[in-house]
């Protein structure tokens, strides 16, 4: 018998994350290329910024060379893509927080988030050749990732809620405001380690 899923977040019903979110106002448009592997991934953290900001945008896919609402977006504002450089397939220049503050006005800033693993992340990145040239946004995380419940690839990794709270609170200097963010981040997690069995683990990874 299929299980009761919650019309807002698309999550079973003993998973439902609707109690858990709190509105967020953002100044910076974010946008997230979901592999199709993640939308019904109960482990998976981009649902909260879908449920949160005021400003976010989803594409779900592999290729999104023809897809053509995503490629008008990337033809307007200033758009960087929150990617590690030390991933990078072809030369890419990269930009620090403080100057993407001192030289860029807020509400035309944009920013691109891969939510997938770290292995399918490449391969979306392998696939889409315009994504591999956008210039990166370069974070430095305030703390070390909370995500117990999914393998990640070191140390340095974040969840992609992580990662968005990040680049927004660090971009418009106001992590109060995002806040919100983490902790609904955080009584996720707890709620999926109630229901984990002592000593298990993960095999896959979240960028």
């Known amino acids: 018998m299929p299980r009761p899923i919650c019309s807002t977040c698309s999550r079973p019903l003993k998973v439902c994350l609707c109690k858990m979110i709190r509105p967020v106002t953002n100044r910076v448009e974010i946008a997230i290329l979901q592999h199709p592997s993640e939308v019904d991934q109960i482990k998976g953290t981009a649902r909260i910024a879908q449920l949160s900001l005021s400003k976010v945008r989803t594409w779900v896919g592999e290729d999104f060379s023809a897809e053509a609402s995503f490629q008008a977006w990337l033809n307007q504002g200033e758009v960087f893509l929150l990617y590690p450089e030390s991933e990078s397939l072809v030369p890419v220049q990269s930009h620090s927080i403080e100057s ?35 210039p990166r946004i370069v974070v430095q995380p305030s703390q070390a990732s909370g995500y117990r419940i999914r393998k990640q690839k070191n140390s340095q990794s974040l969840s992609t809620i992580e990662a968005i709270y990040e680049v927004l609170a660090q971009l418009e200097a106001d992590a109060l405001s995002f806040k919100p963010l983490l902790e609904s981040f955080t009584q996720m997690v707890n709620q999926q380690l109630a229901f984990r069995p002592a000593n298990t683990s993960d095999k896959d990874g979240e960028t």
């Open 100 to 134: 993407i503050r001192l030289r860029s006005h807020l509400d035309s800033v944009k920013v691109l988030v891969i939510d997938g693993t770290w292995r399918k992340a490449h391969k979306m990145m392998m696939t889409n050749p315009r994504l591999q040239g956008l």
